[in-house]
C-alpha cells in the first residue's frame, strides 16, 4: 500500500473489530507501514453510501501496527461504521489536527469522562511506557468516569496502568452492583484522590463538555497554571482540512489549529467548547 496523500481519502480495510461496550466497537483499521501520527491526531472516515466523520485516533504511536479507532453508535455515520466486520473497506484521509504537548512536568493529571478516553489512551500508554523505560518516579494520576460499570472502556489496561505504578480513580455516575470497587459520583467530586501537586503539573482533559468545562474551571481555582491545564475539542470537525468553516470558534478554525487547546488559549481566543457531534 502506498504512503497516502493526507488530503486525499485512501481506500483500507478492518483488519479486526470488537465490541468494547454496548454500542461501542474498537476497530484496527490496516495502515501502511510509514503511516505516521501523534497521540491527539484524528482522521476523517468514510463509508460509501453513508457519509463521513471525524475519529479520534487512540492507538498507541510507534506501538501498534494498524490504525485504532473507537467508535460509539450515536447517529448515521457512526451506525454505519459499526454496521462492519472484519475485511470490510473503508476510507480514510489524515491524520489532522495538532497533537497533544507533553512537557517535562513531574506530575500528570489525566481526566477522562465516558468515551472521553479514546483520544488520551494512547498518550497515558505512551507515559507509562517511558516511565517503565527511565525508571523516573513521575506522579502520573488517571481519573476516569462513566456513567455505570459496563461502559468503562480498556478496563484490562486500566488495570494494567495502575499495575505500573499510576493512581487510578475510577468512578461512575451511578452503580447497583455490589461488586463493584469504584467511586460514584462525578470525576470532580473526587479531585482530593489525584496524587499532584497542582501548581506544578499538567492536566489532560477529554470527555463530555459539561465536565471539560468544570474540569478546567476546578483546577485552574486550584492554583494549576492554565496553559497546562489541556484539552481536546475535535467534536467540532467537519471537512479537518480548513475548508468547510464549520469549526471556526473565536478566529480559530479547530480543525487546523487543534483540535487540541490549553486554557489559556480558550480564553485568550473565546473558544468554547460545543456538544458532542452526533456523527
Known sequence: MPTPNIYLPFKTSIRDVKEVAKDVKLFSIVVPGDFTYQAGQFVMVSVLG????PISITSTPGVSRDLELCVRTVGHVSSALNSLTTG???WVRGPYGRPFPVNGRQDTLF???????????PLINQMMNTRAKTNKKATV??????????????????AAWQDQGANVVLTVDTCQIESWK???GLVTEHFGKAKVNFKNSTAYICGPHVMIQAAMRDLSLMGMSDDHIITTLEAHMKCGVGKCGHCFCGGKLICEEGPVFSLEEIKKY???PGRDSLV
Open 50 to 53: 453513508a457519509g463521513e466523520a
Open 88 to 90: 470490510d473497506g473503508i
Open 111 to 121: 481526566i477522562c469522562g465516558g468515551i472521553g478516553i479514546v483520544p488520551l489512551r
Open 141 to 158: 494520576t488517571i481519573m476516569y468516569g462513566s456513567r455505570n460499570p459496563s461502559e468503562v472502556l480498556f478496563l484490562d489496561e486500566v
Open 182 to 184: 469504584g467511586c460514584t
Open 270 to 272: 473565546n473558544i468554547k
